[in-house]
């Protein structure tokens, strides 16, 4: 055919040259013995759309040729594509259809292209669906609509076969779910109805027989191994033949059928579930266990639910074997099962904090449930001791000189580290910290302490873990004594310089900030004439220094080397003040009565008792006793015991040792009275009206770092508050508080 500019071509004649051109791109499709389109044959047929279509009406024939493009397809698609389809099944109807969508592709390319001046003018004006729209759109009507029941039937059935451990070819599969992407031109609707829906649901339905065998007859590692691999081939199948978009909702399909229904059956195996893995250490039973959970909302919490449990009977049944110990050995036995008890607990919580960590991946609720397990047994009395005391006894052993712990500078630092971190599920935090300024206070004065280094570092851990106002008084008292050794210098230089004022004896003395150091009682004591000339110097000394300062004696604090002259040897004797100020009374008598020596010493009846006990009634005899019984009485007589021997030259007779316990829980109580009252007024003084519950919440919140407040503390608290006049309670109200400015 040629074409003639001046020539109008018609309807009937144009496309029957058309036709022609659409048979042989049949035939090729088709794989027919057909030469390709040659450059002259394209621009044949595309010349002739551009002629018909810009002839001046009425031989514009761009509509009919509009309708006859769509025509072609529709011809094409009944006449050999549906035919082909419909006698073949399964795999072989899968291996059809993508050869038929291929065709169709092509065939949609080359008719846009004759027809490709109709895209330009005649639709863009008309706003009509374009050409490769109208192509693709005839195959979904007429071949999609027809098929995709059977297509998607097939590609389950495939996929079943594969879960099977059967071999199957998924890029036939790839290229026929392509189709169900494809043919949405854009929307993904066509694959998630027609295809993903059923596919999920099948899925769903295929490991729910699997889980319900599963969990019958396997283990609970074994059951998770077989679920994570299931989960990997799952994922491995997006990667090769489904759509990415699947991922998420399949693997929420297997996570919910394998792991969420049956996790309490699981997890609960009373032989191989996660109590079993926790007690033997199986470690990488317990990470894949978290890898599996830790992306299911929620999953985590039976498993942490457990791990508690675990640890907390674990802990219990510690202290339970230290409370069954303690009730059943002597007073100096006891304390070395509770240091045995802090050194276990520390074990526990590493041993533990080893599974959150690498186990669960340091994720919140591992750690939270390790604090509300430690808390539970943490807070636990043992024979009268509370863990506070325990906490600070355990460090007093460590730090002092001579502790049962034998162990290095780092091994020392990494301990007090370990403690610290307990002292973190400690409710009476305050009570620790009496007790532990209680022991600071003899390590250093007695000079106890092993290391200052070592000293210095927990408080800065335990300013860090508690804050400043927790440790203030503890580093007040370490820099206090740092000055008093200075101060001590001083007072020697200044002896030296004043051969005058040397009372002849050896005197060191350690000033104290009052505001620093624990209370300790003070008493008028009968210094004997030697001590009370070094009592003398000393205040000289200081009031030529400091002029504002007043200075209080503790004597009880005193220490003494005195000589004992015995008729084998002298020895020396290492003593309190207290001791020396009795002993030097029998220079001047040989035998003395209790109540002389009270009135000669000036010493209370209880302290007298203590100094005399050790004195006479304890491993060292210095004293006689009349009766020679193992108790002191206000009717005894005591004489000097010149007899007395012993294989060392210098011996320390420790005083019988006192009940402090009681005193501190009295004094902390008393403190937290009035931490509770400041708490209280402060809040109130910045809201100025409160209920009742909200102020007790607000006060146990503000309160709880130091100890955790009873209700009923607070509430009588709140009583004493509004009958001082700083609150009270609104007329119409009872339940709600006023502050009173």
């Known amino acids: 055919m040629t074409i003639n500019d001046n020539k109008i071509t018609d309807l009937d004649h144009g496309w029957d040259y058309m036709q022609k051109g659409i048979i042989k791109l049949k035939k090729i499709l088709e794989g027919l013995p057909e030469p390709q389109f040659s450059s002259e044959d394209y621009m044949m047929l595309y010349t002739t759309i551009y002629n018909m279509c810009t002839q001046k009406p009425p031989h514009d024939y761009s509509q009919q040729l509009y309708e006859k493009y769509r025509e072609a397809f529709e011809e094409y698609i009944t006449v050999t594509v549906l035919p082909s389809l419909r006698d073949k099944h399964d795999e072989f109807m899968l291996r059809e259809l993508v050869k038929r969508w291929a065709n169709h592709k092509v065939m949609v390319k080359w008719l846009s292209r004759f027809f490709y001046y109709l895209d330009r003018y005649f639709i863009a004006r008309r706003s009509?669906?374009?050409?490769?729209?109208?192509?693709?759109?005839?195959?979904?009507?007429?071949?999609?609509?027809?098929?995709?029941?059977?297509?998607?039937?097939?590609?389950?059935?495939?996929?079943?076969?594969?879960?099977?451990?059967?071999?199957?070819?998924?890029?036939?599969?790839?290229?026929?779910?392509?189709?169900?992407?494809?043919?949405?031109?854009?929307?993904?609707?066509?694959?998630?109805?027609?295809?993903?829906?059923?596919?999920?649901?099948?899925?769903?339905?295929?490991?729910?027989?699997?889980?319900?065998?599963?969990?019958?007859?396997?283990?609970?590692?074994?059951?998770?191994?077989?679920?994570?691999?299931?989960?990997?081939?799952?994922?491995?199948?997006?990667?090769?033949?489904?759509?990415?978009?699947?991922?998420?909702?399949?693997?929420?399909?297997?996570?919910?059928?394998?792991?969420?229904?049956?996790?309490?059956?699981?997890?609960?195996?009373?032989?191989?579930?996660?109590?079993?893995?926790?007690?033997?250490?199986?470690?990488?039973?317990?990470?894949?266990?978290?890898?599996?959970?830790?992306?299911?909302?929620?999953?985590?919490?039976?498993?942490?639910?457990?791990?508690?449990?675990?640890?907390?009977?674990?802990?219990?049944?510690l202290v339970n074997q230290a409370i069954d110990a303690a009730n059943n050995q002597a007073e100096n036995v006891r304390s070395v099962h509770e240091q045995v008890l802090v050194r276990k607990i520390i074990e526990l919580h590493d041993k533990y904090m080893v599974y959150v960590c690498n186990c669960f991946m340091n994720q919140s609720l591992f750690h939270k449930a390790l604090k509300e397990a430690f808390e539970i047994f943490c807070n636990k009395t043992v024979a009268g001791c509370s863990s506070a005391e325990l906490l600070a006894a355990f460090c007093d052993n460590i730090l002092k000189k001579g502790g049962s712990e034998k162990l290095s500078d780092e091994a020392i630092e990494d301990t007090l580290e370990k403690v610290v971190k307990l002292l973190a599920y400690i409710g009476d935090k305050d009570l620790f910290a009496e007790f532990y300024r209680k022991k600071l206070a003899r390590r250093l004065l007695f000079d106890r302490s092993a290391?200052?280094?070592?000293?210095?570092?927990?408080?800065?851990?335990?300013?860090?873990?508690?804050?400043?106002?927790?440790?203030?008084?503890?580093?007040?008292?370490?820099?206090?004594?740092?000055?008093?050794?200075?101060?001590?210098?001083?007072?020697?230089?200044?002896?030296?310089?004043?051969?005058?004022?040397?009372?002849g004896i050896d005197l060191t003395v350690t000033v104290l900030t009052t505001g620093y150091w624990p209370s300790y009682k003070s008493s008028d004591l009968n210094l004997p004439a030697e001590m009370v000339r070094c009592v003398e110097v000393f205040k000289e000394y200081y009031h030529s220094k400091a002029q504002q300062r007043k200075l209080s004696w503790i004597y009880s604090l005193g220490n003494c080397n005195i000589s004992g002259r015995f008729d084998s040897k002298t020895i020396e004797l290492i003593v309190s003040t207290y001791q020396a100020s009795v002993l030097l009374l029998f220079n001047n008598s040989d035998r003395l009565s209790f109540s002389e020596i009270m009135d000669q010493s000036n010493l209370g009846h209880d302290d007298l008792v203590r100094v005399l006990l050790s004195l006479s009634c304890a491993k060292y005899k210095i004293l006689n006793k009349e009766p020679n019984t193992k108790t002191i009485s206000?009717?005894?007589?005591?004489?000097?015991?010149?007899?007395?021997?012993?294989?060392?030259?210098?011996?320390?007779?420790?005083?019988?040792?006192?009940?402090?316990?009681?005193?501190?829980?009295?004094?902390?109580?008393?403190?937290?009275?009035?931490?509770?009252?400041?708490?209280?007024?402060?809040?109130?003084?910045?809201?100025?009206?409160?209920?009742?519950?909200?102020?007790?919440?607000?006060?146990?919140?503000?309160?709880?770092?130091?100890?955790?407040?009873?209700?009923?503390?607070?509430?009588?608290?709140?009583?004493?508050l509004i009958s001082r006049d700083y609150l009270e309670r609104d007329k119409e109200n009872p339940n709600l508080y006023r502050y009173v400015a």
């Open 128 to 317: 009509l669906p374009a050409l490769n729209e109208v192509g693709l759109a005839c195959f979904r009507e007429l071949v999609y609509q027809e098929v995709h029941g059977r297509v998607k039937d097939a590609v389950i059935s495939l996929i079943d076969q594969e879960r099977e451990g059967e071999q199957i070819d998924r890029a036939l599969l790839k290229n026929v779910l392509d189709i169900f992407v494809e043919i949405g031109m854009g929307k993904m609707d066509y694959y998630a109805d027609d295809f993903e829906a059923d596919m999920l649901n099948d899925t769903a339905a295929y490991y729910s027989r699997k889980a319900s065998n599963w969990v019958l007859k396997d283990s609970c590692p074994d059951y998770m191994l077989k679920a994570e691999e299931c989960l990997k081939r799952e994922r491995d199948r997006v990667s090769h033949y489904l759509h990415i978009s699947s991922e998420p909702k399949l693997v929420e399909k297997v996570q919910t059928e394998l792991l969420v229904v049956y996790a309490n059956q699981l997890l609960e195996k009373e032989q191989s579930g996660c109590h079993a893995l926790l007690r033997d250490e199986k470690v990488d039973d317990l990470s894949r266990i978290y890898r599996l959970y830790h992306k299911i909302p929620r999953g985590l919490e039976p498993v942490s639910s457990i791990f508690k449990q675990r640890v907390s009977d674990e802990g219990l049944a």
């Open 634 to 720: 206000p009717t005894d007589y005591f004489e000097f015991n010149s007899k007395f021997t012993d294989r060392m030259r210098r011996i320390k007779i420790p005083l019988p040792p006192v009940e402090e316990r009681k005193k501190i829980v009295e004094d902390i109580d008393k403190d937290r009275r009035y931490a509770i009252d400041a708490s209280i007024v402060r809040i109130m003084k910045s809201r100025k009206i409160l209920s009742h519950q909200q102020l007790v919440t607000e006060c146990v919140e503000q309160l709880s770092r130091l100890f955790k407040p009873d209700f009923k503390a607070i509430k009588k608290r709140i009583e004493d």
């Open 451 to 503: 290391n200052d280094e070592h000293e210095r570092s927990i408080l800065t851990k335990l300013k860090q873990q508690c804050g400043g106002q927790f440790t203030s008084k503890m580093e007040g008292m370490v820099t206090d004594l740092a000055l008093a050794r200075e101060n001590q210098g001083h007072f020697e230089e200044y002896l030296s310089n004043n051969p005058i004022a040397n009372p």
